[in-house]
């Protein structure tokens, strides 16, 4: 995105669930650059809680009440996890709900033979100690199935009353009935200066750091 404050670009990753979860993250994905490029001060600041900060929380907030509110999607039961990056020059800002994550690839020293990676946002898992409290504050349960083979499956929310939703994550875009059970769809943000040492970024979602670790 070229702007008045220079050129900026913004990476995202959704990963929908649900019966309804393609149209959750495909009505976001389609409607969140120009959005956020629309809002006062995009861009301009990119520290801490900022301008830059404040539109990406805005258009989070702005999208996710436009896509419950359509009567086409129903967002009951499906929903998206979210993670994005905003990068101008070598400042980053991160921003992410959910389960899928950025890493940061960085060579390990001079010779760039080698790279190290370090997740940069925080997997929103039920099980995380402030998470769970949320969740059973607001009213709602976390705990994980045991299935037929006695392996455990991942910590889920579910209502205080019903076993539903099950849902894997504490934090989404969309999920009416689990955000009535504490799950959050408000955005954790993350700062990075990007140094000289940088390789790469990957952004990907739990099909990935299921099975992969960051390295």
Request: aromatic share 8%.
């Amino acid at each position: 995105h070229r702007s008045a404050v220079g050129e900026i670009s913004v990476f995202l990753v959704l990963d929908g669930h649900g019966e309804a979860g393609d149209l959750v993250s495909g009505f976001i994905k389609e409607r969140f650059v120009a959005a956020l490029a629309s809002k006062p001060g995009f861009g301009e600041d990119m520290g801490g809680e900022g301008r830059t900060t404040a539109a990406l929380r805005s258009t989070i907030a702005e999208l996710e009440r436009e896509i419950i509110g359509q009567p086409r999607v129903d967002t009951e039961f499906s929903g998206t996890t979210f993670v994005c990056a905003v990068i101008k020059g070598n400042q980053l800002i991160c921003a992410n709900i959910g389960d899928s994550r950025l890493t940061l690839g960085s060579y390990k020293d001079a010779s760039k033979s080698a790279l190290v990676a370090r997740a940069v946002s925080i997997d929103h898992k039920p099980d995380l100690p402030a998470e769970k409290k949320r969740i059973v504050e607001t009213g709602g349960r976390v705990f994980a199935v045991e299935y037929d083979d006695g392996i455990d499956g991942p910590p889920r929310v579910w209502l205080g009353h019903m076993d539903v939703p099950g849902l894997a994550m504490s934090r989404s875009l969309g999920d009416v009935v689990a955000h009535s059970a504490g799950v959050s769809s408000e955005p954790e943000f993350f700062y990075e200066t990007i140094g000289q040492d940088a390789a790469c970024l990957v952004f990907a979602s739990d099909g990935l750091w299921e099975f992969m670790n960051d390295q």
